[in-house]
C-alpha cells in the first residue's frame, strides 16, 4: 500500500498518539498483511472542500482495508486526526460505511475500527450526519452477523461527536490515557452552558471527565492500554476473543446498567466523586497511575467488567 | 484554492521500484505528497494545491531545488498543502523521494 514504508514502524517504540493514520494500520496488522482499498492513488476526495476554499487529502482522511491479525483476517478503517479533526465527511463515512457491508461478504475474524474524530465535519454537515447514522446501522448488521466491531480509541482528536455514538455500538472498546470518548466536546459544551459548567482550558477536568482511566473505570470501555501499537495489537485480539453476544438480552442488560448508573452516579460533581463511590482507595491518585497500577485498580472495581457497556 | 503544475527534465531516473507511497498529512503547516512512479524516467511533474494563494514563485524555487538535488526521474509528485512553510516542503519532498528509493 502506499505509505507501507511510513517511517518508523517498530510497533514496540511507535507511539499511537504520535503515529499518523498510515502508520498505525501497518504497524498495527501483521507485517506486510495490509491490502487498503480505495488508496490515495484514486484519489476520492471530497467534493465539497474546494467550495469552501479548505484542501482535500487524498484519502479523505480515512484509511479503509484488509489485514492480517496474528494470522486471521481482519477489516481495519483508521482515521486521521489531524486531517480536519479526523471529521465524517461524504467520501470519509462513505468508506467506512462500505467497510462495514463488505464484512457481511467478507467475513473477517472482526472488524476494527481506529477512532480519531471530532464528529460530523461541519462543511459537509448532512452527508456526515448520513454517514454516523448508516455506520450504526452497518455496525449493528456486522455484529448480528457473529463479527465483532472492535474501535481502538487513542489519537489526539480523541472519539467525539458522531464518533462517540459509533464507538457506543461497537462490542468492545480499548482507550489509552491520551484517548477520550464523549458525544459533545470540552469546548462545544463550554460554548452553551458556559465556562462556570465545564471549563474547557483544565485540561485535567477533561481527562477525568472524558478520558480513557474514566472511561475504563465506568465501564465504557474494556481494555486501558499504554500507549504503543503493540499494546493496542495486544488488546485488539484480546478483544476479539471475548467480544459479547449481540442479542436482546445483552441490550437489555446495557440498559438496566445505563439506568443504575445514573441512578448511583447522577449526583456526582466530578468524575473523583464517582470513583470514590466506585471503592477506589484513593480517587486523587488516579490521574497519575501508570499503567501496571492502574490495571490493579480496575481489577478491584466491579462496575469495570460488564458484558453490557 | 491555488492550483500549481511544475514540469522538470532530470538528468536521470530515480532509483529503486516502489509504485508509489505518501508521506505527511494535510493539517495546519503541514502537507501530504503523494508520489508515483508513471511518467518517462528523464521526466518529472510537481502538481501543488493550495488554499495560501500568491506564493507560486517560493513553490517554483523549493521544487526546482528538490528536482536538482534528487533527481526525481519518473515522479509524478501531488501535493495536497495546509500552509507549509518552504522548509518544511522541502524535507517532505525529500523524505518521499526516499520513500520511493526504498
Known amino acids: 500500500m502506499a505509505g507501507a514504508h511510513a ?13 499518523t493514520a498510515r502508520q498505525r494500520v501497518v504497524a498495527l496488522a501483521d507485517p506486510g498483511s495490509v491490502q487498503e482499498f480505495l488508496p490515495p492513488t484514486e484519489r476520492r476526495m471530497s467534493p465539497h472542500l474546494p467550495l469552501f476554499d479548505l484542501p482535500r487529502a487524498f484519502d479523505d482522511g480515512i484509511v479503509v482495508g484488509r489485514a492480517k491479525l496474528d494470522g486471521k483476517t481482519v477489516l481495519v478503517a483508521a482515521q486521521e486526526g489531524r486531517f480536519m479533526g479526523g471529521a465524517f465527511g461524504e467520501i470519509h463515512g462513505a468508506k467506512l460505511v ?3 457491508r463488505a464484512a457481511l461478504t467478507l467475513k473477517p475474524a472482526a472488524v476494527l475500527i481506529l477512532f480519531d474524530t471530532g464528529g460530523v465535519r461541519l462543511q459537509e454537515a448532512n452527508a456526515g450526519e448520513t454517514a454516523i447514522a448508516e455506520t450504526m446501522r452497518a455496525i449493528v448488521d456486522v455484529r448480528a452477523a457473529g463479527i465483532p466491531v472492535i474501535g481502538l480509541i487513542g489519537g489526539r482528536a480523541g472519539c467525539y461527536g458522531g464518533g462517540g455514538l459509533i464507538a457506543g455500538t461497537c462490542s468492545r472498546l480499548a482507550v489509552s490515557e491520551g484517548g477520550r470518548i464523549s458525544v459533545s466536546g470540552p469546548e462545544v459544551i463550554e460554548t452553551n452552558k458556559g465556562a462556570e459548567e465545564f471549563d474547557s482550558r483544565d485540561r485535567a477536568l477533561v481527562w477525568r471527565t472524558m478520558g480513557g482511566k474514566h472511561r475504563r473505570l465506568i465501564g465504557g470501555a474494556d481494555v486501558f492500554c499504554a500507549d504503543t501499537v503493540s499494546a493496542f495489537r495486544q488488546a485488539a485480539l484480546d478483544l476479539i476473543g471475548r467480544a459479547p453476544a449481540f442479542d436482546l438480552a445483552t441490550l437489555e442488560a446495557e440498559q438496566a446498567r445505563l439506568e443504575s448508573r445514573i441512578e448511583r452516579f447522577g449526583d ?3 468524575a473523583t466523586d464517582i470513583w470514590a463511590r466506585l471503592g477506589v482507595n484513593d480517587p486523587e491518585a488516579v490521574p497519575a497511575m501508570a499503567t501496571r497500577a492502574f490495571d490493579e485498580t480496575v481489577s478491584r472495581v466491579r462496575e469495570a467488567d460488564h458484558d453490557a457497556r | 484554492m491555488e492550483s500549481l503544475t511544475f ?4 538528468k536521470k531516473p530515480l532509483p529503486g521500484s516502489v509504485p508509489n507511497a505518501i508521506t505527511g498529512v494535510v493539517a495546519s503547516g503541514n502537507l501530504e505528497i503523494l508520489l508515483e512512479r508513471v511518467l518517462p524516467p528523464d521526466a518529472c511533474e510537481v502538481a501543488i494545491e493550495t488554499p495560501i494563494a500568491g506564493y507560486g514563485p517560493v513553490w517554483e524555487a523549493v521544487v526546482a531545488d528538490f528536482v536538482a538535488r534528487a533527481q526525481p526521474g519518473g515522479l509524478r509528485i501531488s ?3 495546509g500552509g507549509a512553510r518552504p522548509d518544511t516542503v522541502s524535507l517532505r519532498l525529500l523524505q518521499g523521494a526516499r520513500l520511493m528509493e526504498a
Open chain 1, 7 to 19: 517511517a518508523s514502524t517498530d510497533p514496540n517504540a511507535l507511539s499511537w498518539y504520535e503515529a
Open chain 1, 98 to 100: 462500505g467497510l462495514l
Open chain 2, 7 to 10: 514540469r522538470h527534465t532530470t
Open chain 2, 79 to 81: 501535493i495536497n498543502d
Open chain 1, 268 to 270: 456526582c460533581r466530578d
